[in-house]
């Protein structure tokens, strides 16, 4: 008799704990994490697809929200752009997708928002099994300068980038920007490197972020010898990343590129 109690007590807290872990692991969908930075807690989310599964490395996505998104809920960054995309085409998404947000008030380049990406990114990749050699760097408006930015920063980090909306120099300084210089355009892509792929977006009436930003970055790219794209939409305004993430192929071409492969083409 008591052994047999001792049985059923034992296979009850078998069930239990083997319940733990097959609900630890069906954990997918948009998830809500936190990330201390200087002292400092952050608010991001992941996106973890359904059939995640922690015995293989998974690719990963870093997307950078614009300005309209700024705030410290966590949550609202989801709700444009890439987050959109994922929850009307999910099977296009078979990543891992890190969506840090940043604060009010301040830019991805200024500190410490720069830092609290590459904190988030870090802490997904090594919750979620992410694959170093196959991380990709995309962002809209204010997150498509913070590509390029991040781009220049960590110029070997990233197997492809996809800045959306986005420059070099801030919309008041392009505008008067003389066309015939062309040198911060140059100089960021030097930073950058040729080996980087990149695909660049841009609404040809873009009232906001002037589209000569994107048009002078592809030229700069070009000259170098790069692997880039460049899409330009007639008639759409500054939301073109509704166009871009609707691109299946992009999605396609990002998961194609990894940072040993980029390598050996060059």
Same mark, same amino acid.
């Given at each position: 008799?008591?052994f ?10 078998s #069930?239990?704990i /083997?319940?733990?872990v097959? !609900?630890? @692991?069906?954990?997918?969908g948009?998830l809500? &994490? $936190? ?14 697809p359904e059939?995640?599964s922690?015995k ?13 998104e700024?705030?410290?809920d966590?949550l609202i ?9 994922i929850r ?7 990543v891992i997708v890190?969506?840090?947000q940043?604060r ?10 720069d830092? #609290?990406v590459? /904190?988030?990114l870090e802490? !997904?990749? @090594? ?5 170093k050699? &196959? $991380? ?17 920063k960590?110029?070997?980090?990233f197997?492809?980038?996809v ?7 801030l919309p008041d ?8 210089d062309?040198?911060p ?9 040729g080996k980087t792929p990149?695909w660049i977006f841009h609404?040809a009436d873009d009232p906001?972020?002037p ?8 030229e /700069?790219?070009?000259a ?18 509704n166009?871009?993430?609707d691109?299946?192929?992009v999605?396609?071409w ?13």
């Amino acid at each position: 008799m008591r052994f047999r109690v001792r049985f059923l007590v034992f296979t009850f807290f078998s #069930v239990l704990i /083997a319940s733990a872990v097959q !609900a630890k @692991k069906q954990e997918t969908g948009f998830l809500d &994490r $936190t990330v201390i930075v200087q002292g400092t807690s952050y608010k991001y989310q992941v996106y973890v697809p359904e059939n995640w599964s922690p015995k293989q490395k998974w690719p990963v996505i870093l997307f950078l929200h614009g300005a309209g998104e700024r705030a410290d809920d966590g949550l609202i960054q989801t709700q444009v752009g890439i987050g959109r995309a994922i929850r009307e085409h999910r099977e296009r998404f078979p990543v891992i997708v890190v969506l840090p947000q940043c604060r009010k008030n301040i830019w991805w380049s200024q500190s410490p928002m720069d830092d #609290v990406v590459i /904190a988030t990114l870090e802490a !997904a990749t @090594k919750e979620f099994h992410g694959d170093k050699n &196959r $991380t990709y760097l995309t962002g809209l408006s204010m997150g498509g300068y913070g590509t390029w930015y991040l781009a220049e920063k960590y110029p070997s980090r990233f197997a492809a980038i996809v800045p959306i909306c986005g420059g070099i120099l801030l919309p008041d300084m392009a505008r008067i920007q003389s066309a015939d210089d062309s040198s911060p355009y140059t100089e960021a892509a030097k930073k950058i490197g040729g080996k980087t792929p990149t695909w660049i977006f841009h609404g040809a009436d873009d009232p906001v972020v002037p589209v000569s930003e994107s048009q002078k970055m592809n030229e /700069a790219m070009k000259a170098l010898g790069g692997d880039v794209r460049y899409t330009e939409y007639p008639g759409v305004a500054h939301d073109s990343w509704n166009k871009a993430y609707d691109e299946a192929e992009v999605f396609k071409w990002m998961l194609s590129k990894s940072l040993t492969g980029n390598s050996e083409k060059k």
